[in-house]
Every structure is written in structure tokens, then in C-alpha cells.
């Protein structure tokens, strides 16, 4: 026979499952929506032949930090100012932090083509192709 405690265990799943159902369930759809969109994207990409390109800088974008917003006094004038930080180095505007940000994610993606070569040629494959 059923005791009173697996009764009340029971009602208790139930009236949790009732109240996170919603969240379940945007979740299930946020992840099949995702899924939807790489698949989307993967066969877009068997179509595009700059996708290697693009996926190799996406990577290495992955990564490379992020600019970081700092408050900072102004030296000439004791002011406040908003400062931008990427790598240890600090810029004025955050135009000039992307661009060393983007500077360096083009550095790391050139750099693993460049080894690329060297990379096949270690597993046996003489070619690119």
C-alpha cells in the first residue's frame, strides 16, 4: 500500500513540475532553436567557400578577451572619463580598444594558417586538398 509520505512526495513533484513547466519548456524550445540555426548554418556553409575563413576567425574571436570598461580620472584635467582596457593596455575611445582587439584575433587567425600546412604534413597529407 501506498504510505502517506510517497502520497505527499508525489503531489510535491507534481505541483513543482507545474510550476517550472514554462521554463522547461522555453528551454526545450530555445535549444531546438539553436539547433535549427546551425543546421541552417551548416548548410549554408557547404555553399559559401570563405565559410573555413569565417569559422577560423569566429574561433579565434572565442578566444581573444574583451574590451573592458573602466571609470578613470582624467590626468590634465581631474575629471572623470571612461577608459577602455584590452590586454593590459589602456585606450581612450573604445573604437581604438576594438580595433587592437580586432588586430589581434586577424593575428591569430593568419598564424593558424600558417601552421596549417605544417599541421597536415604531420598527419601524412602532403596537400591542402
Known amino acids: 500500500m501506498f504510505s502517506y509520505w510517497t502520497i505527499l512526495i508525489v503531489a510535491a513533484l507534481g505541483v513543482v513540475a507545474y510550476i517550472y513547466k514554462q521554463r522547461v519548456v522555453d528551454s526545450v524550445r530555445a535549444f531546438d532553436r539553436r539547433n535549427v540555426e546551425r543546421i541552417e548554418q551548416e548548410q549554408e556553409d557547404r555553399r559559401d567557400s570563405l565559410a573555413h575563413f569565417r569559422h577560423t576567425a569566429s574561433i579565434a574571436e572565442e578566444q581573444v578577451e574583451d574590451v573592458i570598461e573602466i571609470d578613470a580620472i582624467d590626468e590634465r584635467l581631474g575629471t572623470p572619463v571612461k577608459r577602455y582596457v584590452f590586454e593590459g ?6 573604437f581604438e580598444a576594438n580595433a587592437a582587439r580586432q588586430r589581434k584575433i586577424v593575428e591569430m587567425a593568419r598564424e593558424y594558417y600558417r601552421e596549417l600546412p605544417a599541421a597536415l604534413a604531420a598527419r601524412g597529407k602532403d596537400r591542402l586538398n
Open 89 to 94: 593596455e589602456t585606450f581612450g575611445t573604445r
